[in-house]
């Protein structure tokens, strides 16, 4: 099942997304769904082409948890070795954004890079020390995101908040996937000026990941306790490289779709 969140004429309503892949981007229709999606799934009735609707960014989490070098390539690419526990951050709920928003580049960096990741919503029973088992069972489902990161404040402030947490630093999106098998999907990043000239920039597989992500939401969870809605971002494969303002920057991951956001400079 995939669980979208969009504005409408009449307001803002999560809904599932109905058709297959054979629909095409304007197959899809989206049919609303009484209040959150946490619960059992109830259908108001009302239903609107996924082209006549905006997208948000599928879920408001109350915090995002973040996972560094997860993938060792990636963190051979920054000359760093891969960690011996999962390596925690976080990202403010502010600096999430959803499809086709703008990332917005800020005037204190001169770097600002992509990082493509296997984003995991949590759901109703949210995680507390949780075991492995517990810890599959609080897996709501997995959308894609984009760990935008200052990488020139990373470098200069030594820790991570400010380079991670600017305003449109957290993309999400375009919908949640329910029911899937995330062992070894294929994770993709593609920036480019236009859409007939996108260029690969990351490719990887989740199977490649240090710590697996019924681990991470378990490690997680023995540090502080994970929400219905909280976000974890399981860490990106090698290839992150600069934006600029005028890209278009699209994360696929296999199962799941694709998120695009354009690059502007901030106001």
Same mark, same amino acid.
């Given at each position: 099942?995939?669980? !979208?969140?969009?504005?409408?004429?009449?307001?803002?309503?999560?809904? &599932? &997304?109905?058709?297959?892949?054979e629909a095409g981007p304007q197959g899809l229709t %989206?049919?609303? %769904?009484?209040?959150?999606?946490?619960?059992?799934?109830?259908?108001?009735?009302?239903?609107? @082409?996924?082209?006549d609707v905006r997208l948000l960014s599928p879920i408001l989490p109350s915090k995002v948890v973040c996972v560094g070098r997860n993938y060792a390539e990636h963190a051979a690419e920054h000359g760093s070795e891969v960690p011996k526990e999962p390596l925690l951050f976080l990202k403010p709920s502010t600096s999430v954004i959803g499809p086709r928003d703008a990332?917005?580049?800020?005037v204190f960096s001169k770097q600002?890079?992509?990082? @493509?990741? #296997?984003a995991v919503v949590i759901g109703a029973p949210g995680a507390r020390r949780a075991d492995r088992a517990a810890a599959e069972r609080a897996i709501f489902g997995y959308t894609c995101a984009n760990d935008v990161t200052a990488r020139d404040l990373q470098r200069s402030d030594?820790?991570?908040?400010? !380079?991670?947490?600017? $305003?449109?630093?957290?993309?999400?999106?375009?919908? %949640?996937?329910?029911?899937? $098998? &995330?062992?070894d999907l294929e994770v993709r990043c593609e920036v480019g000026r236009n859409p007939e000239e996108m260029e690969v920039r990351q490719l990887g597989r989740t199977k490649d990941m240090v710590f697996d992500v019924p681990a991470l939401?378990?490690?997680?969870?023995? &540090?502080?306790?994970?929400?219905?809605? $909280?976000?974890?971002?399981?860490?990106?494969?090698?290839?992150?490289?600069? #934006?600029t303002d005028g890209d278009t920057v699209t994360v696929?991951?296999?199962?799941?779709?694709?998120?695009?956001?354009p690059v502007v400079p901030v106001a």
């Open positions: 099942m995939r669980i !979208a969140r969009f504005a409408h004429a009449k307001g803002m309503s999560f809904g &599932v &997304v109905e058709g297959g892949p %989206i049919a609303e %769904i009484e209040g959150h999606p946490f619960g059992q799934i109830q259908f108001s009735g009302a239903r609107w @082409a996924l082209s990332i917005r580049l800020p600002v890079e992509h990082e @493509a990741e #296997l030594g820790q991570w908040t400010r !380079a991670k947490g600017f $305003d449109s630093f957290c993309p999400i999106g375009p919908w %949640i996937t329910t029911g899937l $098998d &995330v062992t939401v378990s490690y997680i969870s023995h &540090v502080m306790t994970l929400l219905p809605g $909280d976000v974890v971002l399981t860490g990106t494969p090698a290839g992150v490289s600069p #934006l696929r991951i296999e199962g799941i779709g694709e998120l695009t956001n």
